[in-house]
């Protein structure tokens, strides 16, 4: 009986190879060239760029600096922090000061809805008091560092009418390649393809036209949201437009992350997902998918060193090793693939050691296994904790602030790359 339950199980294996392999063909595919008829001329609409503030993140200086440096030339900045006495905002001022910045305007929130989230409310207010003349509204995280022609790129597709967002994605290249941030690395690696395939959109990078506020009732949506980005999928179809995933912008991320503070956000990752998008039934179906084979064969072995059935030790070996190679197989064409895109940025780049590529190979069963823990404890989520607040989450997706509190400052400087 074990015997056919392993031999099902290595074919099953095979399969789930097969397809994790084809999902790559399609990524890959998807990043050669651009989705969006290049525009006749000059694309420069007038943009907002929003980038919300709570506490100082690791690289804010470094988003700030190449935000301000843009190559664009119609664009305003606003900076929006939800209390007066973040040094967030202290930061961001003297950085504007030194630079000289006069497209830069400061917005401190002192309303704050109980039902989404602070970086939600935050978006809500600077959009709902947004002149009518901006055509372009872009969001961005603390964790983006722009080159100079990251907005023009993003904002291109947009010419496009066929398309109302356009988004990028995140790449984690961290300076300290602990297990917590290899492991973040790795789950990212899978993410990326699946935000890709399922048209998911990226908060850290996303252009937005403005229709999607006038027509497709996005603020309406933000005001009841978790995530501003996974939001924005039922505007889209609102609207009958579509999102662009723009190829050239993949946005290095060099912070570290310990395991238990990854294992908390992949949770509010896949909770965004879960809330929001229509592909989430999807997306938890591959997380099992791809986690129980494992587990199970791991199972299996384990039987068979115990009772020394050397039948289910081979196959169980055998389907470890195809598993091993399914999953490591696709990385260095990814990392290839991406590092030539990041190149052709100018983008600083270390080499992949051979012992870097030890240690994430031993680390995919454990991305494995903290990826699963979180996806079963999200069935049982009722509360989350970001950024020093809590919020409640309650049926019919109903998300409630549940205490409000400035944010306190962490150790957190240039010298500090832990992610907050």
């Known amino acids: ?13 095979i399969i789930i190879d097969v397809v994790h392999y084809g999902a790559l063909y399609l990524f890959l595919q998807g990043i050669r060239r651009n989705e969006w008829s290049t525009p006749s001329g000059e694309f420069v609409p007038k943009t907002m760029v929003l980038l919300t503030l709570r506490g100082v993140d690791p690289f804010l200086k470094r988003c700030l600096e190449g935000l301000l440096t843009q190559d664009y030339p119609n664009y305003t900045i606003r900076l929006i922090v939800d209390h007066p006495e973040d040094s967030a905002l202290n930061v961001a001022k003297e950085i504007v000061e030194v630079h000289h910045a006069d497209n830069v305007e400061f ?28 055509e372009v509204v872009v969001i961005l995280d603390a964790d983006t560092n722009p080159h100079q022609g990251w907005l023009r790129q993003l904002v291109e597709p947009l010419s496009d009418s066929r398309f109302a967002a356009a988004t990028g994605q995140r790449w984690y290249i961290p300076d300290t ?26 908060g850290g990078s996303l252009a937005l036209r403005r229709d999607l506020f006038t027509q497709g009732n996005l603020l309406d949506s933000w005001k009841t949201a978790f995530t501003d980005d996974a939001a924005i999928s039922e505007s889209i179809k609102r609207v009958g437009s579509k999102t662009a995933f723009v190829p050239s912008l993949f946005m290095v991320n060099r912070e570290t992350c310990t395991l238990q503070s990854f294992h908390r956000w992949v949770k509010r990752q896949l909770l965004c997902a879960k809330l929001h ?28 060193f115990l ?12 389907s470890l ?21 990041l190149r052709q940025r100018g983008e600083p780049l270390k080499r992949w050691t051979i012992g ?37 989450i309650g049926p019919g997706k109903q998300v409630r602030l549940i205490e409000y509190k400035p944010y306190k400052d962490h150790d957190h400087t240039e010298n500090n790359a832990q992610s907050i």
């Open 107 to 134: 917005i401190v929130v002192d309303e704050h809805f109980e039902t989404c989230t602070l970086k939600c409310n935050s978006l809500y207010h600077a959009v709902a008091s947004l002149d009518l003349s901006y």
């Open 177 to 202: 390649p602990n297990s917590g941030s290899l492991v973040r690395y790795l789950w990212n690696a899978a993410a990326v393809v699946q935000l890709y395939l399922y048209r998911i959109a990226w």
């Open 356 to 392: 870097t590529t030890v240690r994430v190979l031993s680390l995919i069963p454990v991305t494995q296994i903290v990826y699963t823990s979180a996806l079963i404890q999200l069935y049982f989520l009722h509360r989350v904790e970001w950024r020093g607040v809590e919020y409640e």
């Open 277 to 304: 998008h229509p592909a989430w039934n999807a997306v938890a179906f591959q997380g099992i998918l791809i986690t129980l084979p494992l587990l199970t064969c791991i199972g299996l072995l384990v039987t068979g």
């Open 321 to 341: 090793a195809i598993y091993w190679g399914g999953v490591f197989g696709t990385l260095p064409i990814m990392e290839q693939a991406i590092r030539k895109l």
């Open 1 to 13: 009986m074990l015997l056919t339950i392993t031999i099902i199980l290595f074919v099953l294996i």
């Open 307 to 318: 009772f020394w059935e050397k039948s289910l030790i081979y196959w169980n070996l055998g």
